[in-house]
């Protein structure tokens, strides 16, 4: 289990890279193209382009972050009225459909990408081949996949709950207001 351990490492710093560079970038060239155009009256039309195809990277790559921080959304309130070991059955549960579903989509984005797109289609101002900014949903969704197992490997096996730090918070403010409301 340590090649997990540190496969997972060497993931979340490639994501958390990727995204931090992503966004870096996309904001400068953005900002470059609001300063070309009212100092220069210059539009670069090619900024706007690749700032739209990092922006759509750096949130598909922020969605499998999130999957690592168990941040996504998801209605779990249904689990709490279940028996804890039930609500945890339940939940794995709801995460295998949840890469069911990813590894369906990992599958047909595949074959869109490599078998079905148009070698031809190419980026409209940059002129890069589509299939590379396609390319961007297999690796998304195998990744999110990896998380998803990968939070779940920590709850499930060695007992270490992984989640989104700002729900916990809110779940530490529930609880103090559940005890306050009981004391009064």
Known sequence: MAKAT??????GNIESYICRTLLSVFVILLFLQIISRELFQHSLSWTEELSTYMFVWFVFFGASYAAKLSAHNRVTFQFKLLPPKVGVVMEAISDLIWVCFNCYFVYLSYDFVFHKMNLFWKSQTLG?????????????????TIRILQV????????IDIRDPESLEV??????????????
């Open 6 to 11: 540190v496969l997972f490492r060497i993931l």
């Open 152 to 159: 779940n490997y920590y709850k499930l096996i060695k007992g």
């Open 171 to 184: 779940e530490k403010l529930m609880d103090s207001d559940k005890q306050n409301s009981k004391s009064v």
């Open 128 to 144: 890069v081949p589509m299939k590379y900014i396609y390319l961007i949903l297999p690796i998304a969704f195998s990744l999110m």
